[in-house]
């Protein structure tokens, strides 16, 4: 694969098409078993209400790798992305029902950082039930 996005038609400001991604109490079990991050909050909610949490949480590295998804998919090769980082902010609640949870993002390209490697740094936005879950997420990009 190789990025489908050309550097020289992208400008600061370049919105990426925002994506919405559910997550249900069934997505964080897969996750765990792929994973091996079984730890109880995320799928036990006793355990995660005694530990001071609302309900079960989604795994931040579930959620860092949801959302960049929105970058990956912009343009056209996961390999394109070669810094990302993120702040974990609040935690992505999931409740046990139908809807669970959903994790809303949006990016925007912030700034063309190398014209020799073809590099852009992109924002992302990413929010859950009204409340902003990643702080200071940033991926480096390497476009066509």
């Known amino acids: 694969m190789a990025a489908t996005i050309a550097y020289a038609d992208v400008e600061p400001g370049t919105e990426l098409p925002a994506r919405t991604f559910p997550v249900r109490r069934e997505t964080l079990v897969r996750y765990a078993g792929a994973s091996g991050d079984f730890n109880p909050i995320h799928w036990n909610e006793r355990f995660a209400r005694e530990v001071g949490l609302p309900d079960v949480i989604a795994h931040g590295m579930f959620t860092m790798a949801s959302a960049v998804r929105v970058v990956t998919d912009w343009v056209g090769d996961p390999a394109a992305v070669v810094e990302y980082g993120v702040r974990f902010t609040k935690p ?53």
Do not use: C, W, Y
């Open 92 to 144: 992505v609640v999931v409740p046990d029902d139908a809807e669970g949870a959903r994790i809303e993002v949006s990016a925007k390209v912030a700034a063309k950082l190398d014209d020799a490697a073809r590099t852009v740094r992109v924002d992302l936005t990413a929010t859950s039930a009204g409340q902003k879950v990643l702080g200071m997420a940033r991926a480096v990009v390497r476009l066509a």
